[in-house]
């Protein structure tokens, strides 16, 4: 007897055999074969005897809910991040999205498909031969029946593979056959992420279109392990995952990529010691949040805040200035770089690996040599200069002329000047004064102009810096 072959179906009827089957927990041809027995048998004999191989879904009624949800392929890479993916699974379907699992092997030496299964409530897919998904040419269909791919974590192997087009396991083979949108959240060692090897994958597949966020800053799982390497926060990956489900941005600042920092920098002293200052961080998010309204893609690199992500932002958490110094040049070309972050001039020599006791012949000494200085760095860039580069300038005395000083000697587009002194509340509070700084016009004979604004609260201060870098930098060129 000739065998019935889906691929011979047309793509109305394949869609439709797809979600009876997705809704009735099995594969597409123990559904055929439901259907078969059912018009030969009758319904009777269908529910006295299951389909072979049928999948038990014990929130089968769940299944109807899918329709009309943005859908995610979420593939899960061999790493001891592994586990944070199943948070995300759950921060996901907080937010309205359908999860699909795809694991490599590798990532079933720390998380099993069962897991991942239940917190999706939908079957997890592990293997490029399997009889029941590729019945139907599987790994096509959970290429394409999705909204977005995420790869979290995604080890330099998976980024390799990617890279290289290679295709020799399901998820590869998904990551190669889709049209959709990818989203990677890298997760490895330091001296991975810093090799060579990796940073030209990296620097591909950014070519090839692909979206990063991440890595972040922190403890490694190896002991006496830290840097650049640790996976995303779930909450950040579903978070810039929303952002890119949502329908195209629209507003004054569509199409264009916006960087900006806030918060401080801690530079440690020892293990449990650091240096500081007392910015929240409440300006440059107000900043983010009005720039994400404005229509544009923005991405905060933020030091140390308790602040919640701002919608439709992606955020990149950082520690140290040179860690922020790291992130802002990984995360560049933007077209608008925003410096709002409080950065420590300074930090320790040599921190103490171990916390550093007193003694009695007191203080000890700290050697304290200079940071990087990220807005200059930025501003004299010969490649890759944003377009447009905005510094902040947080002085006690002498606002004007210390801020002039500062747009000269750093290299930078603008200014956005503001007094901190204790008096003024600045620093932690919710309300700014501030004046915009910009190089004067040759015609005018002027160095700087200065534009003074009122007191405004934080987010008012933001839209009007939005509001003006709109009006300056105009649509972008399609």
């Known amino acids: 007897m000739a065998s019935l072959t889906v691929r011979k179906l047309d793509e109305a009827l394949k869609a439709s055999l797809r979600l009876r089957a ?6 597409v041809e123990d559904e055929v074969r439901m259907i078969l027995r059912e018009a030969t048998e009758g319904p009777e004999a269908v529910s006295a005897s299951p389909a072979r191989n049928a999948i038990p879904q014990p929130h089968r009624s769940r299944a109807p809910e899918v329709k009309g949800l943005p859908r995610v392929t979420l593939i899960i890479g061999g790493g001891i991040a592994a586990y944070k993916a199943l948070d995300l699974i759950r921060r996901l379907k907080e937010r309205g999205i359908h999860v699909r699992c795809v694991m ?3 990532a079933q030496q720390f998380v099993t498909p069962l897991t991942a299964g239940a917190l999706a409530d939908e079957r997890c897919y592990t293997d490029l031969f399997d009889a029941q998904s590729e019945f139907d040419a599987g790994h096509i269909r959970l290429a394409r029946d999705t909204d977005l791919i995420i790869v979290a974590p995604a080890t330099a192997d998976l980024m390799a593979k990617m890279a290289q087009g290679q295709a020799d396991d399901l998820a590869t083979a998904i990551l190669l056959a889709t049209n959709r949108p990818v989203l990677v959240a890298p997760a490895m060692n330091p001296l991975m992420w810093a ?5 030209r994958n990296v620097a591909q597949l950014a070519r090839d279109g692909v979206s990063f966020i991440g890595p972040n800053s922190g403890e490694m799982a190896e002991a006496n ?5 640790r996976m995303s926060e779930p909450t950040e990956i579903a978070i810039a995952a929303e952002a890119m489900l949502r329908p195209p941005h629209t507003g004054p600042l569509a199409g264009r990529r916006i960087l900006i920092t806030a918060g401080p920098t801690h530079e440690p002293i020892d293990p449990v010691r650091y240096i500081a200052n007392r910015s929240s961080g409440k300006q440059g998010y107000a900043i983010a949040a009005s720039a994400a309204d404005a229509g544009a893609d923005v991405t905060l690199i933020s030091g140390p805040v308790d602040l919640d992500d701002p919608a ?6 950082v520690e140290s200035a040179r860690d922020m110094l790291a992130q802002v040049e990984a995360a560049l070309p933007v077209d608008i770089a ?3 972050a409080a950065v420590a001039d300074w930090r320790v020599a040599n921190a103490g690996e171990q916390k550093i006791k007193k003694t009695s012949s007191g203080m000890p000494p700290l050697q304290l040599v200079e940071n990087p200085d990220i807005l200059a760095t930025i501003s004299k860039r010969q490649q890759n200069r944003p377009q447009l580069v905005i510094g902040f300038a947080a002085e006690t005395q002498n606002l004007i002329q210390n801020a002039t000083s500062k747009l000269k000697r750093k290299g930078c587009d603008w200014i956005v000047a503001n007094d901190v002194s204790p008096a003024s509340g600045v620093m932690g509070g919710d309300r700014n004064t501030v004046h915009i700084l910009t190089r004067g016009k040759a015609e005018a004979a002027v160095d700087v102009a200065v534009d003074s604004w009122p007191v405004m609260t934080k987010e008012e201060v933001a839209d009007a810096l939005i509001a003006k870098i709109a009006e300056t930098m105009g649509q972008p060129t399609p």
């Open 312 to 317: 439709g932002v992606r955020v990149i958490r």
């Open 104 to 106: 490599t092997r590798a």
């Open 22 to 27: 997705a809704r009735a927990g099995r594969s």
């Open 195 to 199: 090799n060579p090897a990796t940073k």
């Open 225 to 229: 392990e830290a840097g650049v390497g």
């Open 338 to 340: 925003i410096f709002a």
